[in-house]
C-alpha cells in the first residue's frame, strides 16, 4: 500500500514539477507562444492515440472497436459540451468579468485545453492502479513510470498559456497542482476498485483520448496557426509527436 501511495504521489508530482519548469518561461513572444503550444498538441496526440486509444483497443475485449469509437466521440462530444454551455470556463482562471470580452474568449480556450490535460489524467491513474490491483508491481511501476515522463512535459505546456492569458502565478501553480491531484485519486482508486476499473478502463482510455483529439483539432492547431507561424508550429507537433512516441516505445 506505501508503494502505491508514493507512486501515486510520484505521477501527480510529476506534472507540478513540469508546471515548475514551465514558469522559468516567462514573456516569451507570440511565436514562440505557438511552438511550444504545438509541441504540446504533438504530446496530447501521441498520448491519445498511443497511450490511451490503442490501449482501449487491447484492452476492451470482445467489443473493443465499438467500445473505443464511442468513447472517443462521448468524449469530444463531451469538450464539446462544456465549450457551448460553460461560458464562464474562464472564471476558473481568475479572469475579469466585467470587461475585455476577447480575453476572457481567449482564457476560456486555454482552460479549455487544461480541462482536456486533467480529464485524461483521470483514466491514466486508473490505469496505473489496476497495474497495482491485479499484483503485477514490475508492470505497475512501468507504466506509472511512463505516465510520470509524460506527465512532465504537459505540465511544462499548460503554464506558459495561463500566464501569457494574464492568470496569477498562484492561480495557475494551484490549477497545475489540481491537474495532478487527478491522476492521484484516479491511481488510488484503480487499486482500490480494480475489478470495477478493469470494466470501465477500455471506455475511460478512450474516452479521455477523445477529449484530446477535440481540443487538439478544434482549438491547439487552429490558434497556433493563426498569426503566422504555420511552419514552425507544424515541426513543433511534429517534434513533440515524436518525444512522446519515443516514451511510449521504450518505456511502454
Known amino acids: 500500500m506505501e508503494l502505491v501511495l508514493l507512486t501515486a504521489l510520484g505521477v501527480g ?11 522559468c518561461f516567462k514573456n516569451v513572444s507570440h511565436k514562440f507562444n505557438d511552438i511550444i503550444l504545438s509541441f504540446a498538441a504533438g504530446v496530447m496526440l501521441a498520448a491519445a492515440v498511443m497511450g490511451l486509444i490503442f490501449p482501449a483497443l487491447e484492452s476492451g475485449g470482445r467489443f473493443s472497436v465499438p467500445v473505443t ?14 465549450d457551448r454551455f460553460v461560458p464562464h470556463l474562464h472564471r476558473l482562471a481568475g479572469a475579469d468579468t466585467e470587461s475585455h470580452s476577447k480575453k476572457q474568449e481567449h482564457i476560456h480556450k486555454i482552460m479549455l485545453f487544461v480541462l482536456a490535460i486533467a480529464i485524461h489524467n483521470f483514466p491514466e491513474g486508473i490505469a496505473a492502479g489496476v497495474g497495482f490491483g491485479t499484483g503485477n508491481t514490475a508492470e505497475a511501476l512501468t507504466i506509472a513510470g511512463g505516465i510520470a515522463l509524460q506527465n512532465i512535459p504537459e505540465g511544462m505546456v499548460i503554464i506558459g498559456p495561463m500566464l501569457a492569458g494574464g492568470v ?10 489540481a491537474t495532478g491531484l487527478v491522476e492521484v485519486i484516479g491511481t488510488l482508486i484503480g487499486f ?42 507544424t515541426y513543433a507537433l511534429l517534434v513533440g509527436f515524436c518525444v512522446m512516441m519515443l516514451v511510449d516505445f521504450y518505456l511502454g
Request: proline share 3%.
Open 168 to 177: 496569477s502565478k498562484k492561480r495557475t501553480l494551484l490549477i497545475a497542482i
Open 13 to 23: 508530482l510529476a506534472t507540478v514539477f513540469g508546471a515548475l519548469i514551465g514558469f
Open 192 to 233: 482500490f476498485a480494480v475489478s470495477l476499473s478493469a470494466s470501465i478502463l477500455p471506455f475511460a482510455l478512450a474516452f479521455a483520448g477523445g477529449t484530446m483529439l477535440y481540443i487538439i483539432s478544434d482549438e491547439m492547431i487552429p490558434e497556433t496557426h493563426a498569426h503566422g507561424n504555420e511552419r514552425a508550429a
Open 69 to 82: 469509437v464511442l468513447g472517443v466521440f462521448a468524449g469530444a462530444i463531451f469538450l464539446q459540451l462544456i
